[in-house]
Antibody, heavy 119, light 108 residues
Framework: VQLVQSGAEVQKPGASVKVSCKASGYSFDSYGISWVRQAPGQGLEWMGW????????NYAQKFQGRVTLTTDTSTSTAHMELRSLRSDDTAVYFC?????????????WGQGTLVTVSS | EIVLTQSPGTLSLSPGERATLSCRASQSVSSSYLAWYQQKPGQAPRLLIY???SRATGIPDRFSGSGSGTDFTLTISRLEPEDFAVYYC?????????FGQGTKLEIK
């Protein structure tokens, strides 16, 4: 199992960023994908998850209205778009493959994508 | 939202010693929905334990998890040099999924 994420991004405040996560080594549409972020020197923060099987998504209230999770089963890729970026969105963003439903532990992780928000 | 509080914040031990890390939940958590992760600097977290006590694939048996209700424990029976890292507990039973703030295990 491998999750390979897109490269580092630098964005200005107010802009949007879209991070991708390409999965391999398992049946992509059989497991959910969660997104977790980690600000510099801080702990882990769950953002939301998506069912690859039916596209259902669930977001942490903190990110409601600013984040959209999508998947493309033709390329086994998940995407996370975060809009209206602020400086405190500067963080490493991880995608993670979940365990078999309904167990949403994070079995495998991508390598992380650093998003820097700076004017 | 279930708040997870880990203690201690930092644990200083020597290789060969036993480590006991605690995770307390603000309300009862089903044992089926509690996990532990290890994270080293510059790396993604790695799943150690799920379902409170089941070891993930490839995890050495010196790592064990226990607990129920609001109190959970990760035990490392004999510390190896590669075990010094930050450990997080994680609840995934209901949204929003939450993490503890982490326990840093450092070499004494």
């Amino acid at each position: 199992v491998q999750l390979v994420q897109s490269g580092a991004e630098v964005q200005k405040p107010g802009a949007s960023v879209k991070v991708s996560c390409k999965a391999s080594g398992y049946s992509f549409d059989s497991y959910g994908i969660s997104w977790v972020r980690q600000a510099p020197g801080q702990g882990l923060e769950w953002m939301g998850w998506i069912s690859v099987y039916n596209g259902y998504s669930n977001y942490a209230q903190k990110f409601q209205g600013r984040v959209t999770l999508t998947t493309d089963t033709s390329t086994s890729t998940a995407h996370m778009e975060l809009r209206s970026l602020r400086s405190d969105d500067t963080a490493v963003y991880f995608c993670a493959k979940e365990g078999a439903a309904p167990y949403h532990f994070f079995e495998y992780w991508g390598q992380g994508t650093l998003v820097t928000v700076s004017s | 939202e279930i708040v997870l509080t880990q203690s201690p914040g930092t644990l200083s031990l020597s290789p060969g010693e036993r480590a006991t890390l605690s995770c307390r939940a603000s309300q009862s958590v089903s044992s089926s929905y509690l996990a532990w992760y290890q994270q080293k600097p510059g790396q993604a977290p790695r799943l150690l334990i799920y379902g409170a006590s089941s070891r993930a694939t490839g995890i050495p048996d010196r790592f064990s998890g226990s607990g129920s209700g609001t109190d959970f424990t990760l035990t490392i029976s004999r510390l190896e040099p590669e075990d010094f890292a930050v450990y997080y507990c994680h609840h995934y039973g209901s949204s929003p999924y939450t993490f503890g703030q982490g326990t840093k295990l450092e070499i004494k």
